[in-house]
């Protein structure tokens, strides 16, 4: 597509459910990157993709998330047992190469109540 | 810990006025980006320049880069109103992940 793509953009889901959110970059992108943002604050590392593997998953805050990207395309980050501190911007973003500019899609808010 | 970080942490101007923002970081580099962001979603790419640069002009943005320092500044000149936003710097390396600071907001009054 012409842009990075994320669904759902808004999602409310109650505390020890799981989730996922999608993303779908630009074609030919061959790197993929989650990020999350709260209030206010900057950007932090979730992930990264080159290809279908993660060679950094540092940034993965516990073992309740999880993500995947199949086809060196779409990509799903899971959270399995929500809680409060989850809720956040999930952003993700695609380059061409690990070196170049990103595009970003527009993120998912994600409530967890 | 962030690499980079940008200072100040906020900056309200008038309409017309030029608008700078810093950015320090700690470790080598390839290259240093800045992004803006409206409305706390999705960010802009505004501008790389490569660590071999000194300064790159994109329009009314002027970005510098002193990696002695480990620091880079971003100018906008002839600020509007549609300029308010918030502006982060990243810093990459060949192999890796951006990383970003915690922005600066930039409001430019009417």
């Known amino acids: 597509g012409a842009g990075v793509s994320q669904s759902p953009s808004n999602k409310v889901t109650e505390k020890g459910k799981d989730v996922e959110l999608r993303c779908d970059p630009i074609?030919?992108?061959?790197?993929l990157y989650w990020y999350r943002q709260s209030l206010g604050q900057g950007l932090e590392f979730l992930i990264y993709?080159?290809?279908?593997?993660?060679?950094?998953k540092s940034g993965l805050p516990s073992d309740r998330f999880s993500a995947e990207r199949t086809g060196g395309s779409v990509s799903t980050l899971t959270i399995q047992r929500t809680q409060q501190e989850d809720s956040a911007v999930y952003l993700c973003?695609?380059?061409?190469?690990?070196?170049?500019?990103?595009?970003f899609g527009s993120g998912t808010r994600l409530t967890v109540v | 810990s962030q690499q980079g970080e940008e200072d100040p942490q906020a900056l309200s101007i008038q309409e017309g006025e030029n608008a700078t923002m810093n950015c320090s970081y700690k470790?080598?580099?390839?290259?240093l980006q800045w992004y803006r962001q409206n409305s706390g979603r999705g960010l802009v790419h505004l501008i790389l320049i490569r660590s071999n640069e000194r300064e790159k002009h994109s329009g009314r943005l002027r970005v510098t880069l002193d990696t002695s320092k480990k620091s880079s500044s971003l100018l906008i000149t002839a600020s509007r109103a549609a300029d308010t936003a918030s502006y982060f710097c990243?810093?990459?390396?060949?192999?890796?992940?951006?990383?970003f600071g915690e922005g600066t907001q930039l409001t430019v009054n009417p």
């Open positions: 993709f080159q290809g279908n593997s993660a060679p950094d």
């Open positions: 470790t080598s580099i390839n290259n």
């Open positions: 074609s030919g992108h061959t790197a």
């Open positions: 990243a810093t990459g390396l060949s192999g890796s992940r951006l990383t």
């Open positions: 973003a695609s380059s061409l190469a690990d070196i170049s500019g990103y595009t």
